[in-house]
């Protein structure tokens, strides 16, 4: 039996890119279902249950960033945010809101592909238990033990280190902003030590990736933040 096609809702109030996005997407095999504004977006979610949310942010009757904190209050349900803006405040405030990609228009199909690829995979990459364990390129990471290994030897991580590291295996694909990042190691009062966040994570890299100067896991999003790719 096949599997059913997974509904993706697209929120987008240009009749042009909707209609390029929702071709791109049914051509993929995806279930697509369409809103133009912020109110008929939430009540879509709410009745579809999408597996994903492709969101612009500039709709005519509010912003996107407010959908998705109202979203967030019930459903954890991926977004990906399309936008003309392409500030990093602008992407830090989407992020921050709860989006976990962000897109910037004029965009090609190939890349808004990739991309909800990305974020469906997701389901199927959270930890969901204590006893997970983690494996990219040559690192295993048991979390169980506490323990990190490379290439079969173990690595010694500070604790700061370690749960940094573990912030970003929980959350595979998404975009975490420093400030996310901060907040869930260092805690509130350190939202604005963006370095402290660079410093260790220059550290993780040195520990387990195989070229530090050119990361294949542990990728910087410029200006905005970190993302974990397997």
């Not at 990219?136 to 169980?144: E, K, M, R, S």
């Not at 890299?205 to 530090?212: C, D, F, G, N, T």
């Amino acid at each position: 039996m096949s599997e059913l096609p997974s509904p993706i809702l697209l929120i987008e109030d240009e009749a042009e890119i909707r209609r390029f996005v929702r071709l791109a997407l049914e051509a993929e095999g995806y279930e697509v279902h369409e809103a133009d504004g912020v109110r008929r977006g939430l009540i879509e979610a709410g009745t579809r249950r999408p597996e994903l949310v492709v969101l612009d942010l500039g709709l005519p009757d509010g912003d996107g960033v407010e959908l998705i904190r109202d979203l967030r209050n019930w459903s954890a349900v991926p977004v990906i945010v399309l936008s003309a803006r392409s500030s990093e405040a602008d992407k830090i405030a989407a992020l921050d809101a709860g989006a976990d990609d962000f897109l910037v228009k004029p965009f090609g199909a190939g890349e808004l592909l990739a991309r909800v690829r990305a974020q469906l995979r997701r389901k199927t990459r959270q930890i969901a238990a204590d006893d997970a364990e983690i494996r990219f390129g040559a690192v295993c990471v048991d979390l169980a033990r506490r323990v990190v290994e490379r290439e079969g030897q173990r690595v010694h991580l500070t604790p700061l280190e370690y749960r940094l590291l573990t912030v970003l295996l929980g959350q595979p694909d998404r975009v975490m902003t420093y400030q996310t990042l901060l907040k869930a190691v260092w805690g509130p009062g350190h939202a604005e030590d963006q370095h402290y966040v660079r410093v260790h994570m220059n550290n993780l890299r040195k520990k387990l990736e195989a070229v530090p100067s050119q990361p294949r896991h542990l990728l910087t999003e410029t200006g905005v933040g970190y993302r974990f790719v397997v």
